[in-house]
């Protein structure tokens, strides 16, 4: 009887052990799924990691660059931004003491400017000043005519003191419509 016992034994333990062996196979498996899933999670991980990194990096730039920008958009008028352009140039006038009075504005669709007709009037010098702040402004500005007259055509002997009258046809040429 106890051979039998013994036998049955050895049996049982067989077969816990066989059962034992699958168990830790079926464990070994999912221990090495999880480390592969594990590393995919860690690889995407460090990729959304350098991905971010990158933006505020791309971030930063472009606050740095932002006086810059600023700067460089000063020399553009964009078609919502005629009237303060129109203004800028009246008071460049009005600096040098020149009276200046915009008559006309028109949009030329073949090359995309902007097209301003203005007339100035004072000493000659005031125009000249004029003309050259005009020329020496942040725009990239093409004078297309320019008329200089004097209103004191009998007196040439004060030519100081004579009044001048001027008309410009001026193109900006950066103009983004």
């Not at 350098?50 to 660059?65: A, Y």
């Not at 009246?90 to 009276?99: D, H, N, S």
């Not at 500005?141 to 209103?151: A, D």
Request: charged share 20%; aromatic share 10%.
């Amino acid at each position: 009887m106890q051979s039998i016992f013994q036998k049955k034994i050895l049996i049982l333990s067989v077969i816990f052990f066989i059962f034992s062996c699958f168990v830790f196979i079926f464990l070994y498996r999912m221990v090495n799924n999880n480390e592969e899933i594990s590393q995919l999670a860690q690889e995407k991980w460090q990729t959304e990691s350098t991905r971010k990194e990158n933006t505020k990096s791309i971030v930063n730039l472009i606050k740095t660059i932002e006086p810059e920008r600023a700067l460089l958009e000063t020399h553009f008028v964009q078609s919502s931004d005629v009237v303060p352009f129109l203004n800028t140039i009246e008071k460049l006038a009005a600096e040098v003491k020149a009276k200046a009075e915009v008559t006309s504005v028109d949009v030329e669709n073949a090359d995309s400017s902007l097209m301003v007709q203005m007339e100035a009037s004072g000493s000659f010098e005031t125009i000249y000043k004029s003309i050259m702040l005009l020329e020496n402004s942040p725009y990239d500005l093409e004078f297309v005519l320019v008329n200089i007259q004097s209103l004191n055509t009998q007196d040439t002997s004060a030519k100081k003191t004579s009044q001048w009258t001027a008309n410009f046809k001026i193109r900006l040429k950066s103009f983004i419509n």
